[in-house]
């Protein structure tokens, strides 16, 4: 059955997730929304343990199904993954370093060198042009060579694919260099006045990201797209991707600051465009609170800390339950992504919980 994009269930789960495998490793690394490294510190022996641990109180708590991986480095680790989701006798878990020597060639044999961690379609096609086109060829190729010919983190996959850790593990950095918003329309935007309250809620909704993070931003990027493939009259089908860049006087979450920047991208629109995307990118990121700022400089709303607000009537009441301005309609615009095959948010909507009734 296809299902309409669920952001909500997808974040929340994700968060599930990662708290699961901290209970069983002191140091977890969130790689993707599905993945993460997690640092096992037990005896070798012990490794087929943990990693079935770890894989039965996934499927236990949130009943999601997951690969396990274990190696001597990120990428082996990788690499097991791979085998534990792909090789059916593994059942979702693979050790490296426990397969017998051969069987680990063969695998390296037979596996292209663009589907290893680390490499990809135009590193690849370098690598193949010097006759290396699996993960066995690479692991035997000369580290100092490929750091001449293809730099330096190839040559920490050459190292890693040889048991020589080069890549740590890290802890997710809480404050990120920039943060973007941008979502496709579900149907084309045409005029100023739609786009004007596109940028408007789409500036709240990076906002709405800042303030739980903590974090103020300094620069404001808002952009828009056509689609590359666009019919009709040639105004309209002519790619155009206006952008527009606003520097701040200070570091701030501010959503009305953070409107009025944004805006900026309105006098580029032109009329009878098809726009089919657009987006709020924020950089120059720091730490609520870091920066003071003059007073002659500081907006009235910012002072009265209106984001933080925002987000206290939003926790209290719903996320659609307060807005400024063209981007504080309750009620879906056409252009608003269309999400009609939406499976329930069962963890974070309480009029979704999942009803049983016993018998």
Known sequence: MARSSNYELYGDMSHRFLQVIAEHSSQVEKYSIDEAFALFEGQPQAAR????AVKTDIARRLDLPVGVGLGATKTLAKLANLAAKSIGWMQGICVWEALPSDYRVSLLKSLPVQQLWGVGRRSAAKLEALGITTAAD?????????????????????ME?????????????EFRDSLVFSRSFSAPVTTREVMDQVLSSYAQRACSRLNKRSTEARTVTAWAMTSWHSTGPEVESAFHSPSATASLPSPTSDPVTLIRAAKRLLPLIEEGRRYTKAGITLTGLSPAGQQAAFDLFTPDQDSRALGPLMEEVRARAGAEAIGLGRGGLRTAADWEMRREMMSPRYTTRWDEVLEVRAC
């Open 161 to 173: 694919l040889n048991s020589q850790p080069c890549i740590e593990l890290e802890e997710e950095r």
């Open 49 to 52: 343990s943990f990693a079935a």
């Open 138 to 158: 690479l692991k035997a190729a000369d580290p100092q060579l490929i750091r001449r010919r293809h730099g330096l983190p190839l040559m920490r996959t050459v």
